[in-house]
């Protein structure tokens, strides 16, 4: 069972354009991270959103965790070519002692020049 | 960066051979966890740790076991490997405080990628 849906799985845009990634779930977490991998290496931190209706920036990387804490969004402005990755979300469910996280199956992002 | 590595980086075995992979943490966290990432899958929990010697299973813990002697290492062992196990194994840490999103970021060592034949 897949607690966390994370939308698009594939993403392919020109250099420029703007785009949106989902990650949504019927639990409630406590909190919510994204992460961006880079082929041959391990997840990186982005961003963790705590609060529900939060909004943290990224330079144009815009994080927004939803008002219930059940779902999250990315949006990335103008993207770039630089952007290129796998985008992770993770959620520590509410009550989660040892903040042990559930991932979402990530989304492939390419950006062409 | 966090300060983890994980040895080796390549591993190529066969079918019922014993392999251990070993994380080692220069941050002093507490909480360890080790998980594999395969296509389709996204990251899944193998087993993790919050403290020395203190241990638990993940969601995908059958034919795999850890040890933490110490702080600073965690121990993946998969007692006779599988193809099944073939993926590329992730070790990540998280700190434990009060405060619950620190506790609940955690970071990435490098990745081993395990190819059993």
């Known amino acids: 069972t897949q607690l966390l849906e994370q939308s698009p799985q594939f993403l392919s845009i020109q250099e420029g354009e703007n785009l949106t990634v989902y990650c949504n779930s019927s639990?409630?977490?406590?909190?919510l991270q994204w992460y961006r991998q880079e082929p041959g290496e391990g997840p990186v931190l982005l961003v963790t959103?705590?609060?529900?209706?939060e909004v943290k920036k990224l330079k144009r990387l815009t994080f927004q965790f939803g008002d219930a804490r059940k779902d999250s969004s990315l949006h990335i402005t103008a993207a770039q070519p630089g952007d290129t990755g796998l985008y992770l979300c993770?959620?520590?469910?509410?009550?989660?002692?040892?903040?042990?996280?559930?991932f979402g199956q990530g989304t492939i992002l390419t950006v062409h020049p | 960066d966090a300060g983890i590595t994980q040895s080796p980086r390549h591993k190529v075995t066969e079918t019922g051979t014993p392999v251990t992979l070993r994380c080692h943490q220069t941050?002093?966290?507490?909480?360890m966890y080790w998980y594999r990432q395969d296509p389709g899958h996204g990251l899944r929990l193998i087993h993790y740790?919050?403290?020395?010697?203190?241990?638990d299973k993940g969601e995908v813990s059958d034919g795999y076991s850890v040890s933490r002697s110490k702080t600073e290492d965690f121990l993946l062992t998969l007692e006779s490997a599988t193809s099944s196990q073939t993926s590329v194994y992730f070790c990540?840490?998280?700190?434990?405080?009060?405060?619950?999103?620190?506790?609940?970021?955690?970071?990435f060592g490098p990745g081993t990628r395990l190819l059993v034949l």
């Open positions: 959103v705590v609060t529900g209706g």
């Open positions: 941050e002093n966290h507490r909480y």
């Open positions: 639990s409630v977490f406590s909190s």
């Open positions: 990540a840490i998280s700190e434990s405080t009060q405060d619950r999103g620190r506790r609940e970021t955690q970071y």
């Open positions: 740790s919050y403290g020395v010697k203190d241990t």
């Open positions: 993770a959620g520590a469910i509410g009550g989660t002692s040892y903040g042990k996280l559930t």
